[in-house]
């Protein structure tokens, strides 16, 4: 089975911060992660498909990039609406597999 | 507008059984992909099960592999979840969720609300 790692397990920034979240899997998973947002009390909602392609109405401030084992979600310019936990997933091959997610808070 | 609504979920003792459902309008059901994600109280995701357009091709998660089946109707545009020999670490917030299509992986674009399930004596 694919394990994936995600970090950090928790940041906190400014608004105007550029963050980063990373994770890694296992093993070459090609393209097949995905990024998703999370509000608290809330269902998850996806940002990010396919390692780097922005889902339809998401703000193009979130960004992905890589492929193969390492992946990294980017938000260009921290804004308050952005706290939330954020979690990968690789999608590549079942069984599926979440990141341990990263809570996001601003200071 | 494309909906899911999940349902069923409640309070049952270890041991128990519950079969939640996952209701769905607003797209052609049959031409997706779907999957069952657990939520635990204060705890990340976990992916639970998927099932193929077909209803042919199932996965399960370790944990639950064994106790849980999932199934769907085509014809009703339903998902569902049986869940058996449940365990107090199966509580938690179910979510369905759909696969996106036009692409060549399988992020899960639509989310349902959630049903919660608690499993205590």
């Known amino acids: 089975d694919i394990q994936v790692t995600q970090s950090p397990s928790s940041l906190s920034a400014s608004v105007g911060d550029r963050v980063t979240i990373t994770c890694r899997a296992s093993?070459?998973?090609?393209?097949?992660l995905s990024w998703y947002q999370q509000k608290l009390g809330q269902a998850p909602t996806l940002l990010i498909y396919?390692?780097?392609s922005l889902q339809s109405g998401v703000s193009s401030r979130f960004s992905g990039s890589g492929s193969g084992r390492d992946f990294t979600l980017t938000i260009s310019s921290l804004l308050p609406d952005d706290v939330a936990t954020y979690y990968c997933?690789?999608?590549?091959?079942?069984?599926?597999?979440f990141g341990q997610g990263t809570k996001l808070e601003i200071q | 507008e494309v909906q899911l609504v999940e349902s069923g979920g409640g309070l049952v003792k270890p041991g128990g059984s519950l079969r939640l459902s996952c209701a769905t309008s607003?797209?052609?059901?049959?031409?997706?992909?779907l999957n069952w994600v657990r939520q635990a109280p204060g705890k990340g995701l976990e992916w639970v099960a998927y099932?193929?357009?077909?209803?042919?091709?199932?996965y399960y998660a370790d944990s639950v592999k064994g106790r849980f089946t999932i199934s769907r109707d085509n014809g009703g545009n339903s998902l569902y979840l049986q869940m058996n020999s449940l365990r107090a670490e199966d509580t938690a917030v179910y979510y369905c969720?759909?696969?996106?299509?036009?692409?060549?992986?399988?992020?899960?674009?639509?989310w349902g609300r959630g049903t919660t399930v608690t499993i205590s004596s």
């Open positions: 396919a390692a780097s």
């Open positions: 099932i193929s357009f077909s209803g042919r091709d199932m």
């Open positions: 997933l690789q999608d590549y091959a079942a069984p599926y597999t």
């Open positions: 969720a759909r696969v996106k299509i036009e692409t060549d992986t399988d992020a899960f674009e639509i």
């Open positions: 607003g797209f052609i059901f049959s031409n997706y992909k």
């Open positions: 093993q070459g998973i090609s393209n097949g």
